[in-house]
C-alpha cells in the first residue's frame, strides 16, 4: 500500500536561508572592521576624529 510522504515545513527551510545570510554578512561586517582598525581599507573611506569641521 503506497504511504504519503511527508511534508518538510516551509519555515524551517526559510529560516535556515535566513541564518546562513545572516551568517555571512556578519563575517563580511568583521572582515570590514578588521580592514579599518590595520588601515588596510580600500572600499571603504573612514573619516577619523580630527578629520570633521565643525
Known amino acids: 500500500m503506497a504511504v504519503p510522504k511527508k511534508r518538510t515545513s516551509k519555515s524551517k527551510s526559510k529560516k535556515a536561508l535566513w541564518k546562513k545570510k545572516a551568517h555571512f554578512e556578519s563575517i563580511k561586517a568583521v572582515s570590514l572592521a578588521k580592514s579599518i582598525l590595520t588601515n588596510k581599507s580600500t572600499s571603504f573611506i573612514?573619516?577619523?576624529?580630527?578629520?570633521?569641521?565643525l
Open 46 to 53: 573612514y573619516l577619523g576624529k580630527k578629520d570633521f569641521i
